[in-house]
Nanobody
Framework: QVQLVESGGGLVQPGGSLRLSCAAS????????MNWYRQAPGKERELVAG????????NYADSVKGRFTISRDNAKNTVYLQMNNLKPEDTAVYYC?????????WGQGTQVTVSS
């Protein structure tokens, strides 16, 4: 059974940093690309960042380039999202995602709120 569990969200002031984690289980983590999405109130869910199986290729939404970094530790079955210089518009629920055997899987999400 595929499970994705996010953690690390919270309230942070503009310009601050957070690191999100997503612990994966139920599949061979090292063989699958991983993604982070986010959904702000009243908006559609959007792709924030993605990483290939060995981390050799990463992609980012234009809105987060230069501020966010996606990484993974295949020994720990965990994917991370380091978020720096956070802005109020980064406020959203952040979700971990993978596509396993043709089906998309999501975690429960972790809330990130950027506010002074």
């Amino acid at each position: 059974q595929v499970q994705l569990v996010e953690s690390g969200g919270g309230l942070v002031q503009p310009g601050g940093s957070l690191r999100l984690s997503c612990a994966a289980s139920g599949f061979t983590f090292s063989m699958y690309a991983m993604n982070w999405y986010r959904q702000a109130p009243g908006k559609e869910r959007e792709l924030v960042a993605g990483i290939t199986v060995a981390g050799g290729w990463r992609n980012y939404a234009d809105s987060v380039k230069g501020r966010f970094t996606i990484s993974r530790d295949n020994a720990k079955n965990t994917v991370y999202l380091q978020m720096n210089n956070l802005k109020p518009e980064d406020t959203a629920v952040y979700y971990c995602n993978t596509v396993y055997r043709g089906q998309g899987y999501w975690g429960q999400g972790t809330q990130v709120t950027v506010s002074s």
